[in-house]
């Protein structure tokens, strides 16, 4: 089955220690992103890749990090999570420009 | 900077109305336009993508159109169910192919 795979689905971390959240499709696919999506601000765009070792700056790329070393996985890292970081966390994937894109089925982080 | 806005922002209706969905953008330099479907607490389902050359795509109760020069786009539901009840959102992949800005979302609510 075509799908993207996140991990962990929930998560309850405190200020300061590292995480990451894993993401993974097997469509192949050239394009991914990751969103956070929070109450009143919508779904904003943190990073992207267009390849391997092709990353670039969403709107929201302050306090993460992300690497594609692999076309099928793109994880997403916080190196010292803070309050402001809770929210619910999307990763999706696409064949490329002009292709659906399709998503996970989110992270939801809390951040103590 | 593309710029998405989704009117209204909540909509209730009876069961078997037929209604729709709004959906404008400010950049008409698009490459295609995607809505999504989104129940609470959960990830994003692809129900259409219209490419830029399109001016319709319907899929069962479903048609999405899309007028660039105008900078809108609708999502018409038919025969509207209960099951239809959830948040759909708009997405516009902007220029670098790589970023997507979302509308806000509508929240339909179909009563029995």
């Known amino acids: 089955e075509a799908q993207v795979t996140q991990n962990p689905r929930y998560l309850i971390t405190v200020t300061g220690k590292k995480l990451t959240v894993t993401c993974s499709q097997n469509?192949?696919?050239?394009?991914m992103s990751w969103y956070r999506q929070d109450p009143g601000l919508g779904l904003r765009q943190i990073y992207y890749?267009?390849?391997?070792?092709?990353?670039d700056k969403g709107d929201v790329p302050e306090g993460y990090k992300v690497s594609r070393k692999e076309k099928r996985n793109f994880p997403l890292i916080l190196e010292s999570p803070s309050p402001n970081q809770t929210s619910l966390y999307f990763c999706a994937s696409s064949s490329g420009r002009g292709y659906e894109q399709y998503f996970g089925p989110g992270t939801r982080l809390t951040v103590t | 900077k593309q710029e998405v806005t989704q009117i209204p922002a909540a909509l209730s209706v009876p069961e078997g109305e037929n209604l729709v969905l709004n959906c404008s953008f400010t950049d008409s330099a698009i490459y295609n336009l995607q809505w999504f479907r989104q129940d609470p607490g959960k990830g994003l389902t692809s129900l259409l993508l219209?490419?830029?050359?399109?001016r319709e795509q319907t899929s069962g109760r479903l048609n999405a159109s899309l007028d660039k020069s105008s900078g809108r786009s609708t999502l018409y539901i038919a025969a509207s169910q209960p099951g239809d009840s959830a948040t759909y959102l708009c997405a516009v992949p902007n220029t670098n192919a790589g970023k997507s800005t979302f509308g806000d979302g509508t929240t339909l609510t179909v009563k029995p």
């Open positions: 219209i490419q830029s050359s399109q």
């Open positions: 469509m192949n696919h050239e394009y």
């Open positions: 890749s267009m390849n391997v070792e092709v990353t």
